[in-house]
């Protein structure tokens, strides 16, 4: 049995892994939806990144700068603070670039951009301390601050067309949306509307399969959101007449959903320590991404759905019930709340449709 060390986050199940190799794997498995969303957006997509990278770098580098002004009245050009030497400030500001529709204004990027990386992450302390992800808190700022100057005040996911997400949220149970978008379409991303770094299921897939070869990620966590939200649409789909298999696939294809999964969720600041934790975590994530597009005002629900879960890690990680295995308690428990939510999904759905 492995042996629970209690630290300061980052928290890592390869003891010999470090920060700076994890993050810079991360980078590595982003560049192709980067390429992505620069070939399918042009130059818009290319300053957006540059935008929200550039406004946490600087931010941070600013923030430790004051900081040391204060404590000792030095400074420091190469601050051992600024993460930038790690690539996590990188990280976080491209992820928050990729999850942005490429008609943002510039302006709209920095200001989260700023505002993202303060509150989320240096006024708890910096990298390792914070317990909101950085750039989901980030969107979530900007969607909420600037949704009706970015014409989307109902619509998270925004872009130039409507999204798959934002047809279903009109009808969620009618199949029209493949008449403009195939299953093929949604997966490959071509051609498709949506947040410039989100479209595309199969890169997505590329980048995680990189970083599951590297061992830089909890591969159990991408796995447990996608399979959550695959259950829940599955069974939605069986218990509402008329509706098809195409439901459950656009539920994983569409929207941010993959992308959440796969570079979101599973970052290792912000998720619990343990495997059953982090299991709790991502069925949780699953689960209120599925209702919130279902039930909610906006029709994407997986940032949302990220940042309302990181605010219970402390919880699921808190010492006298946080277990490195299941038990046989602990799993028939979690197999009763998982079996209750279906059920409740399913009843709920049936007033929707």
Avoid: C
């Amino acid at each position: 049995m492995m042996e629970i060390v209690q630290k300061s986050s980052p928290h890592l199940r390869r003891p010999n892994a470090r920060v700076i190799r994890m993050m810079r794997d991360v980078a590595i498995a982003l560049m192709p939806l980067v390429v992505f969303a620069i070939y399918s957006h042009g130059l818009s997509a290319l300053w957006i990144l540059l935008a929200a990278v550039g406004s946490m770098v600087v931010t941070e580098y600013v923030y430790y700068v004051i900081q040391d002004k204060i404590n000792d009245g030095k400074f420091q050009l190469n601050n051992p603070s600024f993460s930038l030497y790690n690539y996590s400030v990188i990280v976080s500001g491209l992820i928050y670039g990729l999850i942005l529709p490429d008609k943002i204004p510039i302006q709209v990027v920095i200001i989260g951009g700023v505002v993202g990386v303060l509150l989320a992450k240096l006024i708890f302390g910096g990298l390792g301390q914070n317990i909101f992800n950085i750039a989901g808190f980030a969107r979530i700022f900007a969607a909420l601050s600037f949704g009706a100057m970015l014409g989307y005040s109902n619509h998270v996911d925004a872009d130039a067309g409507a999204t798959v997400l934002g047809v279903l949220a009109q009808n969620p149970f009618s199949d029209g949306v493949l008449e403009n978008y195939s299953l093929w379409t949604m997966f490959s991303g071509l051609g498709m509307p949506g947040s410039i770094g989100e479209t595309s299921a199969l890169l997505i897939l590329v980048g995680g399969l990189y970083m599951f070869l590297r061992k830089s990620f909890d591969v159990y966590v991408p796995l447990v959101v996608m399979g959550t939200v695959a259950v829940l649409s599955a069974a939605v789909m069986l218990a509402t007449d008329g509706v098809g298999w195409w439901f459950v696939g656009t539920q994983l294809f569409s929207g941010g959903l993959m992308f959440g999964a796969v570079y979101m969720a599973t970052d290792p600041i912000t998720i619990p320590v343990t495997r059953p934790g982090r299991i709790y975590f991502a069925f949780g994530v699953g689960l209120l991404t599925f209702v919130i597009r279902l039930f909610g005002t906006y029709p994407e629900g997986v940032v949302f759905a990220i940042v309302i879960m990181n605010m219970f890690v402390p919880a699921i990680d808190y010492a006298k019930w946080s277990k490195n295995t299941f038990s046989l308690k602990s799993g028939l428990i979690f197999g009763a709340v998982a079996v209750i939510s279906v059920i409740g999904v399913v009843v709920g759905a049936s007033y929707v449709g």
